[in-house]
């Protein structure tokens, strides 16, 4: 990946100023990615709006050879559903968990009807497994949940969300905090610590709402 992000941003004829700015991050945060620091999704998602090749970063070969094979596992089996993918990504409810691929590795069939009951049919949509106790009694480690991506900061304000701070994905409910522009960050677990993160780790491009939590799909553990 060292290489690789470097060449893009050169083929794009952008210097790292340019880039990061382009991207909502500092320079020192491009650097460390040029240097073989993992991107987070959002970031790979933002590099992707900008014209970078985000399968070129990731593997070092053109987007082009997958495209075709991405649009069919992405085919619904029938006009009446909705396939929505799993990545490669676990939501810790405990320490975090690194972003590995951007390649689904499962797909969910959805109804059409049920999505748009729930209001959730022109969300961007994606399965995340959770990870750890922290989140329990409203999260339990091995569930599935659906999750809408966020495009814009303020989709998810406040809520069960899937966050990432630096290197590390987790799910905690947050409240942002309108007068000091961040965020309060806690478990449902009373057994974890809350935790504030300011304006400038979210100006710095260190922490992010990835997503929203909208449902628990499959559920791991069996309720009383």
Known sequence: MTSFLRDERNRLGLTQAEASKAIGVGKTTLLRWESGYPIPSDKLIALSDIGFDVNYILKGCSSTAIDKTQSTTLQASHADLIVVPQFDL?????????????????RFEL??????????????????????????????????????????????????CVLRFDDEVFVKRIQYDWKAKGYHVTSDNNAYSAFYVDADDVSDGRFAVLGKVERVLQRAKKLD
């Open 111 to 160: 109804s059409k009807v049920w999505l748009q009951q729930n209001n959730l049919h022109n969300k961007k949509l994606t399965v995340v497994p959770v990870r750890g106790d922290s989140m329990e009694s409203t999260l339990f480690d091995g569930d599935l949940t659906l999750v809408s991506l966020v495009q814009e900061p303020g989709e998810a304000r406040e809520g069960v």
């Open 90 to 106: 676990a939501a810790s409810a405990g320490g975090g968990a690194l972003v590995v691929a951007e390649h689904p590795v499962a």
